[in-house]
């Protein structure tokens, strides 16, 4: 069983930056797909931005070039680094793993980012 315990919401200006964190328990998680959705009030969850256990990043279209996902296998931590923040931006961020090589399906509790105009 693999637990994910996200840090690093709160609120910002719009402009502003913020770092999210997400730790994962286990023994798995450099050979995991990790990422970042994000879900909005009265909107489906959506994918930010996620990366493999080779290093390859993804990013949806609205966050590209102001986003950043990198990982840190030793530590067992995904980060997401948010600059140019917007008040779209404003949502529940969701860390996400996903095993490259066998089933399952891991979710953190969520972390609430808030951005004002």
């Known amino acids: 069983q693999v637990q994910l315990v996200e840090s690093g919401g709160g609120l910002v200006q719009a402009g502003g930056s913020l770092r999210l964190s997400c730790a994962a328990s286990?023994?798995?998680?450099?050979?995991?797909?990790v990422g970042w959705y994000r879900q909005a009030p009265g909107k489906q969850r959506e994918l930010v931005a996620r990366i493999n256990g080779g290093g390859r990043s993804t990013y949806a279209d609205s966050v590209m070039g102001r986003f950043t996902i990198s990982r840190d296998n030793a530590k067992n931590t995904v980060y997401l680094q948010m600059d140019s923040l917007k008040p779209e931006d404003t949502a529940v961020y969701y860390c996400?793993?996903?095993?490259?090589?066998?089933?399952?399906?891991?979710w953190g509790q969520g972390t609430q980012v808030t951005v004002s105009s």
């Open positions: 286990g023994n798995i998680f450099r050979i995991s797909t």
């Open positions: 996400n793993l996903v095993p490259d090589f066998r089933d399952g399906n891991y």
